[in-house]
Each structure stands twice: as structure tokens, then as C-alpha cells.
């Protein structure tokens, strides 16, 4: 069994920032790309950003320049560094991870909610 808990998340204002958390946890053999994407009210869940194992990373176009995603394979865990937050960043943020237990499959986390508002 795999589990993936997002933390982080909270309220901040327009301009601030927040760091995320993703603990990869269970019968974990080796984790491949892991991501962050993002569901807002009323909107489909959209691709944020991924990283691989060896660190190549990759951002949607709306959060490229704000939005840092970086990992420890030490610990399982993957981060998400945002900056200068708008109040359209608000949604849940989930993580994504494609982890080898009795084979390969891409889990997901419950989600961390995320408002920038003032």
C-alpha cells in the first residue's frame, strides 16, 4: 500500500508565498516522475508542474517563473515552492507520484488547499 500526504497549504495574500509538501509512504521500491497538479471551483484539475527521478523539471506556462518543483529522493518526498501568488492560484493542490510497489502505477494525495486572497 502507497500513500501520498500533501501538506502546506493555507491562506496567504496576493504576493506571498507557500511551499508544499508531498511524503511518498508504504512498500516503496523507486519513485519515477512526481508532480503537482491543481483543481480549482468549477474547473477540471490541471497540470502544474513534474519532476523527474534525475531532477529534469517542467512547468505549466501559468506558473513558469513563480513555481519551483524540486524533490528529495532520500525521504520520498517532493516540494512545490510557489511565489508571487495570485488569487487565481487558489484550488487544491495534488500530488502525483509514479511509484514501484508490487508494479508501477501513479498515485495521488487527498490535496492541499491553497487561497490567495486579501
Known amino acids: 500500500q502507497v500513500q501520498l500526504v500533501e501538506s502546506g497549504g493555507g491562506l496567504v495574500q496576493p504576493g506571498g508565498s507557500l511551499r508544499l509538501s508531498c511524503v511518498a509512504s508504504g512498500t516503496i521500491f523507486s519513485i519515477g516522475a512526481m508532480g503537482w497538479y491543481r483543481q480549482a471551483p468549477g474547473k477540471q484539475r490541471e497540470y502544474v508542474a513534474t519532476i523527474t527521478r534525475g531532477g529534469v523539471t517542467d512547468y505549466a506556462d501559468s506558473v513558469k517563473g513563480r513555481f519551483t518543483i524540486s524533490r528529495d529522493n532520500v525521504v520520498n518526498t517532493v516540494y512545490l515552492q510557489t511565489s508571487s501568488l495570485k488569487p487565481e492560484d487558489t484550488a487544491v493542490y495534488y500530488c502525483?507520484?509514479?511509484?514501484?510497489?508490487?508494479?508501477?502505477?501513479?498515485?495521488w494525495g487527498q490535496g492541499t488547499q491553497v487561497t490567495v486572497s486579501s
Open positions: 502525483n507520484a509514479n511509484v514501484l510497489s508490487s508494479h508501477w502505477q501513479y498515485y
